[in-house]
């Protein structure tokens, strides 16, 4: 996806006291390089060894504390690409998962979805979390393995949220938070719960005025 997609949860993932780095994979965004086939991820693979580079040469980043989350596609990539780095530390899949192939685990792993997410979707999720887990089938918004050792595993649904809402959705964000202090540890400063991004207030307002303007305007 793209910047403006995931602007919301950046923004709380944030706010919580982590440094995030949102990137527009090429073919999105402001990204000009073509998409192209996506069979291998090699692409995407070189987008995220492009934001991973910036931040391990970054005074402002812990790069011995390093997650990647994606949404959809992204979370196909996220969870490939931390197969193949043995740096990453934490791995959230939003609705989204892949295959197990490369030669690393993907570590301490978060499979998230929207409760209105296409039902294959839930399910290959749950599936390839429970093949990480070791078990038949996982139970949600449990801890399985040992996340010190970075074998963790958890599943967990968010009812309310679609394909694309799930990346607005406050509880989604609070539940990324609460993994990411599992995994990486607490946030930097005084973090924040995950809330209400201010900017909707507005966003709300700008779409009442576009309205008003619009059925005014045959008047």
Excluded: C
């Excluded at 580079?53 to 979370?75: N, W």
């Excluded at 309310?160 to 959705?169: A, E, K, M, P, V």
């Amino acid at each position: 996806g793209n910047t403006a997609m995931t602007s919301a949860l950046a923004r709380r993932i944030a706010k919580a006291g982590y440094a995030v780095i949102a990137i527009d994979f090429r073919g999105h965004g402001e990204n000009r390089n073509p998409l192209g086939p996506t069979a291998d991820g090699i692409g995407l693979r070189q987008d995220i060894d492009a934001a991973l580079l910036y931040a391990r040469t970054q005074p402002r980043f812990d790069g011995q504390r390093v997650a990647l989350a994606g949404h959809s596609m992204g979370a196909f990539a996220v969870v490939a690409h931390a197969q193949r780095d043995p740096g990453i530390a934490a791995v959230v899949a939003i609705s989204g998962g892949g295959v197990v192939a490369g030669p690393f685990a993907p570590p301490n792993a978060l499979f998230i979805w929207a409760a209105g997410d296409p039902e294959g979707m839930r399910k290959r999720g749950a599936e390839l979390a429970a093949k990480l887990a070791g078990k038949e089938q996982l139970v949600e918004d449990r801890t399985y393995g040992e996340l010190e050792h970075g074998t963790g595993v958890r599943i967990s649904e968010v009812s309310g949220t679609d394909h694309i809402t799930i990346l607005y959705s406050a509880e989604a964000a609070r539940r990324i938070v609460d993994w990411l202090a599992l995994a990486l540890g607490p946030g930097h400063g005084r973090p924040e719960t995950p809330g209400a991004d201010p900017r909707f207030r507005w966003s709300g307002l700008g779409l009442l005025a576009a309205l008003v303007l619009a059925f005014g305007a045959p008047r």
